[in-house]
Every structure is written in C-alpha cells, then in structure tokens.
C-alpha cells in the first residue's frame, strides 16, 4: 500500500471517533502517521465531514445565536448559513471556530417556505428544551424539504464517558411526507471500552392545513417517535439483561457453590505429575 | 526520532485507538491498523484482544479456541492433541513437564466451564519463560437461540507464573468481551440495539504449592474470583451505566414538568414544616 493511502486511511478513521472524542482520535492518528504535513491534506475534509456528521453547535459571529454545523446548511465550500439571523459565516473545521458573518443571501424557495420554516423551528425548540437538558436544535431549507436537526450531547471524560443524540428529520410540504432517523451512541471506557450504537427511521405523512397548525402535527409527530424509540431502547436493554446476559454465564454454578478445584485437580491428573517428578 | 521511539509512540496510538473505536468492527479497526502498520503486525496481534475463533480437531471431533498464543506462523496448536493444524515439523510446544500440567488444566477449565456456561468450549496453552511459566485460559460462549437477541462472551485470561521455592507468585490480566444485539421495536435489522466491547481487570496473589497441581488449582481459584467479580461488573456497567447515560440525554418525561412537580413538592415541604414548627 502506498504511503499515501496508508494515510488517507488512518485519517478516515476520525470518521468512527465515540462522541467527544475526535481529538483523542486525530492525536493517535497523528502519533500513527507521524508526518503532520502529510496528513494535513487528508484531514482537513474528514474533519469537516466529521463536524458536519456530528451537528456540532458553534455561535454565530457578532451574535448570540447558535448554529448547527450539518450538511443542510452548507454554503459553497466553507461557509454555513443561520437562517435564524439570516448570516452566512465561514468555518474553520481544524479549530472548530466561527468567523466572518455576513448577511445571507437567501435563495428564493428558501424565502418562500421562510413562515413554516420558522414555524417548525418554534414548535420543535418548545420540544427540545422540553426533553433534551443539553439539547440543540437547527431548522434549514435545504433541496425541497425542512429538515431538523437535534442534537444532545453528554460528555464526562474524566468519568470515563461520553454520550450523543442525534436525529434529523426531513418534511417535505408539498408531498406532506416526513421521514426521520435518530442515532444514539454511548462510549464507557473505564478499563475498557464498551459501546452502545442504536438507531432507527420512521415515516408518516401529513395533510395539506394551515401552517402553524401543520407544523404544530410534525412537531408532534416528531415527539411521539422519538419518545417511542426511547421507549423500544429500554425494552432492549431488559430483553439483553434478563435473557441474553443470563443465558451466557450462570453467576453461580447449578449446585449453588464454588468449583472444588481441589477435588477436579487431583482426579484429572491421578498419578501422572507425581510420576513425572520422580 | 529514532525508530524504537517511533515504534512505540506508534503501539500506544495503536492500541488507545483500539479502545475508542467500536468495539462492534474491532476485526475491521485491527485489519485497517495492519494495513497503516504492516510492520507492527506481530506487535499488533500480540496485544490486540479479538474475539476467539473456533476450530475443530480433525481426529478427536473436541472444538478448542485459537488466538496468537497457540499459533505458529499460520497452524495452530490444539490443547487436546498438542498437535498444529495445519500440521507443522516443529512448532512450538511447551517442555513435557508444562505439557502435562497444561493437559491437567484444560479438563479441570473443561469441567469448570461445564458448571458456570453450561456449554461453550475452553481453552488452556502454558508456555515456557526463563523463569517460570505463563498461560492462558480462553473460554467462548454464544448465544444466539432467540430472534429477539443474541450474545457471545470471551474470556481471556493471562496469567503469568514466578515459582519461589514452595510458593509462587500469580499475576493475572482478565479481559471479558461481551457482544450483545436486540432487535429493534418492529424487529428488524435497521433498529438493532448493539451493546458491545470489553472490560480489562488485573489480580495479583501469592500462593502455596505444595505440589505442581497447586497451579490448576491456584489458577482456577484466581480465575474464578476474577469472573465473579467481572460478572458484576459487566452487569452494572452495560445495563446500568450505558442505560442511565441514554436517559441522561434525552428525558422521557417532560423537563418542565418535572421542574414544576419538584418545586411544589419544595413549596409544600415548607408549608408542612412551618405547620409543625
């Protein structure tokens, strides 16, 4: 293999970093590659596919705003718009920071479908701060649909930790169809490392009605699928504990005393040891 | 930086990579960090844990596990015939003194195995140090006999063996893989809740032996200790830890709600306590 795909290959390993930790994963990567030059051209577009994937949250300049950094909002090559302050920035995916705002350009669609957008946007941020302690929402126009993003992240390293929600929705008024995905992953790595990865899609169709009324039943919809997959990931936690876990090791043997090792040992070998020593 | 020093600031990377990556393709991380690392291989393969495989001895029908510490070049050595697959003209094999005892150990891990897996398959190899000797003990058990779910747990036991006259000091590494999948609410693949990865645990103690079958058994006790303790552990964090983090990060019930119902509970606590006062 060549030395330039071995690096490209290392570097698309950020790509399956657990939540919160993409630098602890890019400096194994580089401590691999051990060339920071050469690594520096594969990286860059991982880090920003990285970001994108993750919905990370930054602010937008000169603002108090909070954008979601998705792959619905991109502008062009570097930039991402706030259609809530009506910006476009750029970002710098290697320091994870916000800069140059400028007034947004917004596409003509974008404009017409601006009243539900910000509809959507109202009824799902009441949602959020309902059910996410952390959680950060991003409503965008993007190719014919209103897609939604929720984010919620939990990271405790020093407790050995890390944890992320993320689902994204999709609505398309004209059809009325919305379809959705949530993904949850959680990364355990006290003297080990443990990882749950969940996820699930969901669909459903919503009539033609008053704006505010339809994004108050997509709003409401979204609650109600994402409270049911909760609600399924609990079931297959009780499905892996009391089945799964039992029926791979007893914690106690059928005779319901430890193993006479005394007993096993001395009837497995007989004679044999002792005659090999002497 | 001198290549010893690149090694080994590669191994660490390597190896702190293996413990963020999911554990759900660590077949795949391992098989992408020979391909970045083709000359870390034999490092890699030594200290990577990997889920055991299973083979069977062409002559007796017994299965056995295989991992690096039976292999030789590509054949491995079966601890019930002490023979290589595919056959080698002189692999390595422990001296006959550690032969015997390894034999002695894989039925006392067979019969222990039977007790706490009922079913699954074990595995002991013993190899020769200068000192003294080290092993390893392998147990796999899989379940997969309903649609709803499905598991496999590996033991992997390291110990390493000091023999000092009438005693002998045991240092015991134990890593536990557990694989666990639940199908989803509408049971299909698209909505698998996949639970997975390792625990790693050391033990270390000082034993008599009175006579070389002390080992089996000294083992055996330290081993078994361990998986006990393991167990516990690996329920709690799994069901438990992983579990509580997904509720932390989304709330089922409604967070205002809950705010609300907490500072009237607040409120009413304090009417209460002015009435008595």
């Known amino acids: 293999m060549s030395s330039d795909s071995k690096i490209a290959k290392a570097a698309s390993l950020l790509l399956h970093s657990p939540p919160g930790e993409v630098d602890d994963v890019f400096n194994d990567i580089r401590g691999i590659v051990n060339d920071d030059e050469a690594l520096q051209e594969h990286i860059e577009p991982v880090l920003a596919e990285s970001n994108m994937q993750q919905f990370l949250a930054t602010t937008v300049p000169d603002t108090d705003s909070r954008v979601l950094i998705t792959p619905y909002n991109r502008v062009g090559d570097t930039q991402f718009s706030d ?11 290697l320091h994870r920071t916000a800069r140059d705002a400028a ?4 596409p003509s669609d974008a404009q017409l479908h601006e009243p539900l957008r910000q509809a959507l946007y109202d009824e799902l941020l009441l949602y959020v701060r309902a059910h996410y302690a952390d959680g950060s929402l991003g409503v965008f126009w993007h190719e014919g649909a209103l897609v939604s993003c929720i984010v919620s992240n939990r990271f405790s390293p020093s407790n050995f930790w890390n944890g992320s929600w993320r689902s994204v929705w999709s609505f398309d008024p004209q059809s009325g169809q919305l379809n959705g995905s949530t993904k949850v992953r959680v990364h355990y790595f ?14 459903a169709d919503v009539e033609d009605m008053d704006e505010k009324v339809r994004a108050k039943k997509v709003a409401r919809l979204i609650r109600g699928f994402e409270a049911e997959f909760q609600q399924s990931i609990g079931d297959g936690y009780r499905q892996l504990a009391e089945k799964t876990f039992k029926g791979l090791r007893r914690s106690l043997p059928v005779t319901r005393s430890r193993m006479d090792w005394d007993k096993v040992a001395n009837y497995t070998i007989g004679g044999e040891l002792a005659n090999a020593d002497a | 930086m001198a290549d010893y020093e690149e090694n080994e600031q590669q191994m660490d990377c390597a190896l702190d990579l293996m413990r963020r990556l999911p554990p759900q393709s660590v077949e795949e991380n391992l098989v992408t960090l020979l391909e970045v690392l083709p000359e870390l291989t034999e490092d890699l393969l030594a200290a990577v844990d990997q889920p055991l495989k299973v083979r069977q001895d062409a002559s007796t029908g017994k299965e056995y596990l295989v991992c690096d510490y039976n292999r030789d070049g590509d054949s491995y050595r079966s601890p019930w015939t002490n023979t290589y697959d595919p056959p080698l003209a002189d692999g390595n094999v422990p001296s006959e003194r550690l032969r015997k005892l390894e034999a002695s150990a894989n039925d006392a891990f067979s019969t222990y195995k039977d007790l706490y897996y009922e079913g699954g398959v074990s595995s002991v190899y013993l190899w020769d140090m200068d000192e003294s000797f080290a092993g390893v003990v392998l ?15 590996d033991s992997i036991h390291v110990v390493e063996v000091l023999e000092t006259g009438r005693q002998a000091r045991y240092k015991l590494t134990s890593t536990v893989m557990l694989y666990t999948v639940a199908s989803g609410a509408r049971g299909d693949r698209q909505s698998e809740i996949n639970l997975s990865g390792s625990l790693t645990r050391q033990d270390e103690r000082e034993l008599l032996v009175e006579d070389p079958n002390a080992h089996v058994a000294n083992i055996g006790r330290m081993v078994e200790d361990m998986e006990f303790k393991m167990r516990n552990s690996l329920q709690e964090v799994y069901f438990g830890k992983t579990h509580d983090i997904v509720n932390g990060l989304r709330s089922a019930a409604d967070l205002g709600e809950a705010k609300t119902r907490e500072l009237l509970q607040r409120d009413l606590f304090g009417q209460l306590k002015s009435r008595k006062d």
């Open chain 1, 83 to 93: 259609p809530n302050t009506r910006t476009v920035f750029t970002f710098d995916h």
């Open chain 1, 190 to 203: 006290e003297d080990g490392n443990v990882q749950l990865d969940t996820q699930t899609d969901f669909a």
């Open chain 1, 103 to 106: 007034p947004w350009d917004v």
């Open chain 2, 139 to 153: 147990i796999k058990k899989v379940n997969d006999g309903t649609v709803r779910s499905k598991g496999s747990w």
